[in-house]
């Protein structure tokens, strides 16, 4: 399919898609939309930032056009690992639901639990969710999944790597018997091959990029760095020009550095699973908006963030497993922008990291670096920060009686052009 034209959906999708520029699919989407608007089963692997979320968004929609579901009967189901992904999905699909008229509702943790109830007895026929939240909302009787005819699984290694798994196959048998399923995940190991033998009717598998797959745009920069010069250096590329987000292993970690970095004059945030989720969302639209230019996050809390612009990648404390180090890049360098991945390593790392690079794949570019050397600075763009203090204002909260964010879940912010999601 080499045009969103050629694919028979929905009158209104095909407007939506054209008021939102977008008219050539991505290859994840090329490859599955002919067999998921067709009902098929979907088994869909592909990388972050490949363009997953209409190639399963659209075929839901469209299947689902038409229809009205019942107060808290929804027909439509995306299960996510995290509420930033629940967020962008719900976010990313919202314009073109209303080309259809239909109703999206998000139901995650961290957010109240009687609003989610109440927007679902409203009445929603797509409902994106973690598995924890609408597990809850289940048992209190506040939704029932027997009129589900189309399921997603997004992510469902990460969702198996934060042990959801359970919780997913018991939602996963209450789905409508003879639905559709579709499930994306950038590998099949920790119980997700179970899912896809139990709950998926000869699907059709579609991997457009393999597991080890990187983007040509993405570029790849292992800096070697003694123990004593790390801090430093650290400092120096987190001053760089442009938006940055610093992955550490651990919240206690995460903002240990950034109140270093402030310290510095790097107009630094942490974002890790210890704040709330509004909490969470007002750092990110801090980003975004450029007041925060250096975003310290742990693993859990950075997945599914998407930010236009987002150019560098700095994985402070490396990573254990290929995958891991995939889907931290997977943050810039989407859809074909370019980005770049910088490791910084000691000395006694240097053997893990080797190893872990061979399995992704990858082949960077390696340097022996120390703070305000030209190779760091051609590398990251690192630079001296002003050593000033200094203090980035704690998010606001919303106004009274005004909820943090749209029924959508998107976080408020000024109108940038469209373009294509992840």
Known sequence: MESFADAPLAPGLHAALAANGISAPFPIQAATLPDSLAGRDVLGRGRTGSGKTLAFGLPLLSRTAGQRGRPGRPLALVLVPTRELAQQVTSALAPYARAVNLRCATVVGGLSLQ?????????AEVVVATPGRLHDLINRGDCRLDQVAVTVLDEADQMADMGFLPQ???LLEQVAAGGQRMLFSATLDRGVDRLVRRFLTDPVSHSVDPTTATVTAMTHHVLHVEAADKPAALTQIAARDGRTILFMGTKHRADRLARQLLA?????AALHGGKSQPQRSRILEQFRTGQVTALVA??????GIHV?????????????EAKDYLH??????????AGAVVTLVLPDQRRDVARLMRIAGIEPELARVRPGDEELVRMTGAR???????TVAAPAPPAAGRPAH???GRPRRPRRPRRQPA
């Open 406 to 408: 749209r029924a959508s």
């Open 115 to 123: 609003r989610q109830a109440d927007a679902l007895r409203a009445g």
């Open 384 to 390: 001296v920060p002003s050593g000033v203090p200094v």
């Open 168 to 170: 997913v196959t018991t």
């Open 264 to 268: 510095s004059g790097v107009r630094a």
């Open 328 to 337: 931290r890049g997977g943050r810039t360098a989407r859809a074909g922008e």
């Open 298 to 303: 742990t693993d859990v809390a950075a997945r």
């Open 308 to 320: 236009d612009g987002l150019d560098m990648v700095v994985n402070v404390d490396p990573p254990t």
